[in-house]
Every structure is written in structure tokens, then in C-alpha cells.
DNA sequence: GCATATCGTTGAGATTGTCAATGGTCTTGG
DNA sequence: CCAAGACCATTGACAATCTCAACGATATGC
């Protein structure tokens, strides 16, 4: 998540042979630090960041996801939850409501603004993706997709 | 990088199959954040973290990278570099030596003592990814680490 | 009912990320 | 050759993030 410094080739290029170039989980955090970063970027202009913009995700989904189930899936802290929830409510962009099953855990649920807000910044994301993936075919692409959730959960 | 607190399954499956689990950048950080955390918690017993782990094995590579590249590599500031390098020097694993080509910048190598450690490490960090892709056959992990390379460069 | 566990929340402390400034070195144009 | 500008490692300051322990409120099992 650096300020993206032009990522100088040449080094790249002599370093991409080394072992640590077969470590899938060295492979897989420059992918996200990349995607991410370049995520963030882009939803700067919307007063955002992927951490918002997951939570916000999930909150418009159908779920309705608990804080804690959130904190399950973003691998966050429940603490961190907290402060994420307060800033897109301070934004309007969603609520917390009661759980009817459990009365200690509260329901994140997106608003009418907040579905607007998830739809412009999914936008952004959606091209940040395109492009950090630019070197795979369509069709790689979605074989990614595949054994990255394969790898993400299971 | 969370301390694992045993991943409750229910709520993995009610959000898997939201929207944002089709962006690859959550997915891959999910996938980072797992690996990276299961690594993190195996290392710990040889004194490391998958930084110095990173930074280990690239100086143990014939590449002999100048602190700049691994900086580029990582994706990680100068400064931490420098941080991590006088933790692996104070360990007696690396070294700075001065680059023939250019007296501003450093090479890092690895002494003996590095190599040593770097093969213990690799081991511990081997075991982590393997058991972290065990939803994944032989076949679909060499798939996935061609398309990890070719996402994470490119 | 009681003991124990879980949920959201708060707060503190450590780790990491980000950025600006510096001295030393390279590179380029004139 | 020289001066201007760029690049390297380093330092230091600050922000963001992580990690953990504690708390009141609620749930669950005995």
C-alpha cells in the first residue's frame, strides 16, 4: 500500500527468478498490496478506503452481517469494526440495527446513501482490478477468481 | 495478521457468496493475510517475521539485491528496509556490502549463518503455505502460483 | 439461578506505513 | 570539466493499523 513510486522494472526483472518468487504467500501479498494500493488511490475521491469500501460492500449485500462476522471475514480486529462501522455511519452510509436473534450483537445494514455510495466506489474498484490484472486473459482471469476463492476460504 | 481465533465457519458461508467475494484484491488478501499470519505465528520460534523471512531469502539468492530493489520488491519504504536489515544484521545473517556499480547503494547478502537460517525458515514457511492451500490439489497450486506470478509481475 | 462464554466497545501500547530532509554519489548538458 | 538535478541509504517525526486486555450487557448450559 505504498504511494505506488513507479515500480522500477529492472529490478523486477532480476529478482522474479528467486526462490521467494514460488512462495504463494509472498506472490499473493504483492498482489494484494498492489490491488489494493491502487484501489485506495482511486477511492480517495470518494473519502474512502478498501476497508471501508468491503465493509460497505458486505453491508448491502443480503446477509446483513454482525460486526463480529465482519471481523471473521476481513480478518480485522473487533475493535477495528468499531472504528470502520462509526465512519460510514457518520457518513450515512449504513446503520446499526438489532440483531432479533442476539440481543449483543447488532446488524450492519447499508442506506439508501450508502447503496448509492457502494455503487460509484464499486466502479472505481472494478477498474483498479481490470488493470492490476492486465496481463491475464479473460479467461485466466476468472480461473484466478476460482482458485483464489478456493485458497480465500476451504 | 490476526492472532487466529479459529475462523468460525457459519459466517464464512452466509458472506462467501457476496459480491466482494469476487474482487480479486479482497480475495488475495485474504489469501496474504492467512498465509502471512500462519507463516508468522511458525517463524516466531526462529526469531523472525515473513519481512525478514523476504528479505533473508532474497539476500541468500545470487541476485544480490541493493536495498532499493528490495524496497521496490517488497513494496516496502527505503526506510523499513533499513530497519530490517540492521535486525538481520544484528543477527549476524546479512550483510551491506558497497555495489561495485554504484557507492551510493548497498548489496545484501547473506553470511553463512543466514543461509543456515534461511533453510530452517523456508521449512516452517513451506509447511504454513502448504497447509494454507490444502482446499487445493497439486495441479491447481501450480495453476495458481503461474497466475500469482503472473499477477503479482506484469 | 449460576457459571461460563460471546458481543460490542473502549483504551493502551506496539508495530507498521508514510513522508520530508540530509549527506553522499551518479548523471547529464553545456 | 562543471554545475544542476536525480538517486541512494539513513534518520526522524507523525499517522495508520494491529494487538491485547478489560468492561457491561446478553446468551447458554448446567
Do not use: W
Not at 494500493?37 to 446477509?63: P, Q, T
Not at 477498474?127 to 486473459?137: E, N, Q, V
Amino acid at each position: 500500500m505504498r504511494a505506488n513510486p513507479v515500480e522500477s522494472p529492472e529490478a523486477l526483472d532480476r529478482l522474479a527468478g528467486t526462490t521467494l518468487a514460488s512462495e504463494p504467500f509472498f506472490l499473493a501479498a504483492r498482489v494484494s498490496g498492489q490491488g489494493s494500493g491502487a484501489a485506495n488511490r482511486r477511492l480517495a475521491e470518494l473519502g474512502l478506503k478498501v476497508r471501508h469500501y468491503s465493509v460497505l460492500a458486505l453491508a448491502c449485500s443480503d446477509v446483513h452481517p454482525t460486526q463480529r462476522e465482519l471481523s471473521h471475514y476481513l480478518l480485522l480486529d473487533p475493535s477495528q469494526i468499531v472504528a470502520l462501522i462509526d465512519e460510514l455511519q457518520a457518513l450515512g452510509a449504513v446503520q446499526r440495527e438489532p440483531d432479533p436473534r442476539d440481543r449483543r450483537s447488532k446488524m450492519v445494514v447499508a442506506t439508501a446513501a450508502g447503496r448509492a455510495l457502494y455503487r460509484r466506489a464499486k466502479k472505481v474498484v472494478d477498474a483498479a482490478s481490470s488493470d492490476s490484472l492486465s496481463a491475464l486473459t479473460t479467461e485466466q482471469r476468472e480461473d484466478f477468481l476460482a482458485l483464489l476463492r478456493l485458497a480465500a476460504f476451504g
